[in-house]
T-cell receptor, first 114, second 114 residues
Framework: DSGVTQTPKHLITATGQRVTLRCSPRSGDLSVYWYQQSLDQGLQFLIQYYNGEERAKGNILERFSAQQFPDLHSELNLSSLELGDSALYFC?????????????FGQGTRLTVV | AQSVTQLDSQVPVFEEAPVELRCNYSSSVSVYLFWYVQYPNQGLQLLLKYLSGSTLVKGINGFEAEFNKSQTSFHLRKPSVHISDTAEYFCAVRSTGGGNKLTFGTGTQLKVEL
């Protein structure tokens, strides 16, 4: 158990809909990262938050947004869903210090868009 | 920017045989290096990491990796594999500077056979 909790584990929704994925980081970790894992793109970094502020942005679509709340949990919002958004979405957390800090991953949320 | 190449998408090996999973990286800055393992329907678990110091690093489950700066490689090895090592293995890098986002390779599926 990594200590990172993601909910829900599975999500099935229709095209055009909006969903919210939730992540609770390990206790004490200030950084949260979101990754997308798909068969064609592999593991892609989406976005990072550190202590409530956006820290880095990767290949995140404009239809996607995220935030980190004062209690440090994070949500990834995916809207106007398309079939190609079907993927495994991982959240990871780390202490946020530059050195010696690895990311701990949650179990992921499997999103299926039908 | 960094990139990671895992040339072998699949590696079949018999139980108790040795295995090497190859990883090469490209970066214009200093990097930290990681190997993660993903078991079916699971999240990513850290196997080992190289931050500095000895170029041979040992991880969990009997795995080790050697950092070779001149060849920009970080190959993962295990002297004797077990059926339970069947999983997908990902090599990842991140810069030693600010920001902790990981850049992943495309993964190597290790299949251990009896």
């Amino acid at each position: 158990d990594s200590g990172v909790t993601q909910t829900p584990k599975h999500l099935i929704t229709a095209t055009g809909q909006r969903v919210t994925l939730r992540c609770s980081p390990r206790s004490g970790d200030l950084s949260v990262y979101w990754y997308q894992q798909s068969l064609d793109q592999g593991l892609q970094f989406l976005i990072q938050y550190y202590n409530g502020e956006e820290r880095a942005k990767g290949n995140i679509l404009e239809r996607f947004s995220a935030q980190q709340f004062p209690d440090l949990h994070s949500e990834l919002n995916l809207s106007s869903l398309e079939l190609g958004d079907s993927a495994l979405y991982f959240c990871a957390s780390s202490g946020g210090t530059p050195r010696g800090t690895e990311a701990f991953f949650g179990q992921g949320t499997r999103l299926t868009v039908v | 920017a960094q990139s990671v190449t895992q040339l072998d998408s699949q590696v079949p090996v018999f139980e108790e045989a040795p295995v090497e999973l190859r990883c090469n990286y490209s970066s214009s800055v200093s990097v930290y290096l990681f190997w993660y393992v993903q078991y079916p329907n699971q999240g990513l678990q850290l196997l080992l990491k190289y931050l500095s110091g000895s170029t041979l690093v040992k991880g969990i489950n009997g795995f080790e990796a050697e950092f070779n700066k001149s060849q920009t490689s970080f190959h993962l090895r295990k002297p004797s594999v077990h059926i339970s090592d069947t999983a997908e293995y990902f090599c990842a890098v991140r810069s030693t500077g600010g920001g902790n986002k990981l850049t992943f390779g495309t993964g190597t599926q290790l299949k251990v056979e009896l």
